[in-house]
């Protein structure tokens, strides 16, 4: 079974700093990882995806991850926080080309001004 | 990439009735995915539909409260029924990468309101 657990579920940064959110996984075979973002009241938007090719992947929006398969781990991150960086983060999991995503609970970023 | 159209976008119902909720997709799969997002919660995996076949429930989920129906590669339906207020949700359907794309595709979602 696939799961994946997010530390902290609230997230609060000021503008121009560090954003990382953390992600951990558990997967019995090699896993594919995702970063989704959700503004609210709007539908989930792709961020990143880790595939087995590099692990450290860049997405949109200035983001990046790394995976690290020593630590389970998937950790977002962005160099200097904007206003329009507030939002819900998943990192989700799964097994096989999209099949069965399984999503964490979320981490809501806010950034201060 | 998937195109995924799911009927409908929104809905308010009383609470002790049924809601379809229909989702057809622009190419053919073998699997789809039902996921409920609670208000202010993350998407949990209520089901897979394979056609051909019984849906697949997750844990804490059965086919009389959520029943699914496949008929064929590029349609599917979840029932809501029974409604009750803890119902109220956003109800999202999905499918397997393709080609390139190793992540699932997400229809729009139907914004459940049950009163």
């Known amino acids: 079974a696939q799961s994946v657990t997010q530390l902290g579920s609230h997230v609060s940064v000021s503008e121009g700093a560090l954003v990382l959110l953390r992600c951990n996984y558990s997967?019995?075979?090699?896993?594919?990882l995702f970063w989704y973002v959700q503004y609210p009241n709007q539908g989930l938007q792709l961020l990143l995806k880790?595939?087995?090719?590099?692990?450290l992947v860049k997405g949109i929006n200035g983001f990046e991850a790394e995976f690290k398969k020593s630590e389970t781990s998937f950790h977002l991150t962005k160099p200097s926080a904007h206003m329009s960086d507030a939002a819900e983060y998943f990192c989700?999991?799964?097994?096989?080309?999209?099949?069965?995503?399984?999503f964490g609970a979320g981490t809501r970023l806010f950034v201060k001004a | 990439s998937a195109v995924i159209s799911q009927k409908p976008s929104r809905d308010i119902c009383q609470r002790g009735t049924s809601l379809t909720i229909q989702c057809q997709v622009d190419?053919?799969?073998?699997?789809m995915f039902w996921y409920r997002q609670q208000p202010g919660q993350s998407l949990t995996l209520i089901a897979t539909?394979?056609?051909?076949?019984?849906?697949?429930?997750e844990s804490g989920f059965v086919i009389d409260k959520f029943p699914i129906s496949r008929p064929n590669l590029t349609f599917s339906t979840l029932t809501v029924s029974n409604m009750s207020p803890e119902d109220s949700s956003i109800y999202l359907c999905?499918?397997?990468?393709?080609?390139?794309?190793?992540?699932?595709?997400f229809g729009q979602g139907t914004r459940l309101t049950v009163v």
């Open positions: 999905s499918v397997p990468g393709q080609g390139k794309n190793t992540e699932a595709f």
């Open positions: 997967s019995s075979v090699p896993p594919y």
């Open positions: 880790y595939t087995s090719a590099a692990t």
């Open positions: 989700a999991v799964s097994d096989r080309r999209g099949f069965k995503t399984i």
């Open positions: 190419s053919q799969v073998t699997m």
């Open positions: 539909a394979n056609q051909g076949s019984e849906a697949t429930y």
